[in-house]
């Protein structure tokens, strides 16, 4: 015999119909679908809550290099440059502080000029609170160093301040400054 077979009836042959698709593998696949339009709408809301934070802490870090670098400046009268301080000062006020210092400005020049120069580092600074309105009040730690009066004796005095800063245009501008006792 050869390896051929002959047929001599035709049988019927196999043929692979379409099937209906099984219930179970369209279960998988609309819960695959879900668990996809799931992680994808967690992905956002991940996303988006993170941009949230981030932002929040570029304005943070924004307000308190302002009111650090203020607060350098503030801390620290020359009496050599009394006038540039005064001026300083009142370019970087607004509101309530502002007019409380130009009120008081030949007061002020005259209690810097009789002083003697000392430097403020900020210690440490951090973000109390944002108001409602825009401003923020800042909490900052600052450590005078000076020489005494006589001039032996090198004296160190560590303050705490409480700053309101108030964005005006593109920066921001110092609009009540208390010592904290």
């Known amino acids: 015999m050869s390896p051929r077979r002959r047929v001599e009836e035709i049988e019927e042959l196999f043929v692979a119909t379409d099937a209906p698709p099984s219930p179970r593998l369209s279960t998988v696949i609309g819960g695959a679908a879900l668990v996809g339009v799931a992680a994808v709408a967690l992905c956002g809301w991940t996303l988006a809550h993170h941009e949230q934070h981030r932002r929040a802490a570029l304005k943070d870090v924004e307000v308190l290099a302002a009111v650090e670098s203020f607060m350098t ?7 050599f440059h009394a006038n540039d301080y005064l001026t300083n000062v009142i370019d970087h006020a607004t509101g309530e502080f502002a007019q409380q210092y130009q009120e008081k400005a030949n007061q002020i020049l005259i209690a810097v000029a009789r002083s003697e120069p000392t430097t403020g580092t900020v210690i440490a600074a951090g973000v ?3 108001n409602d309105e825009g401003s923020v ?28 800063a108030q964005k005006e245009g593109d920066q921001w501008k110092i609009s009540n400054l208390n010592q904290v006792l």
């Open 73 to 79: 400046m503030f801390t620290s009268p020359d009496p």
């Open 137 to 164: 009040n800042t909490l900052i730690a600052v450590e005078n160093s000076g020489k005494s009066p006589d001039g032996k004796r090198q004296v160190k005095v560590a303050t705490r301040w409480l700053a309101t």
């Open 128 to 130: 109390e609170r944002w």
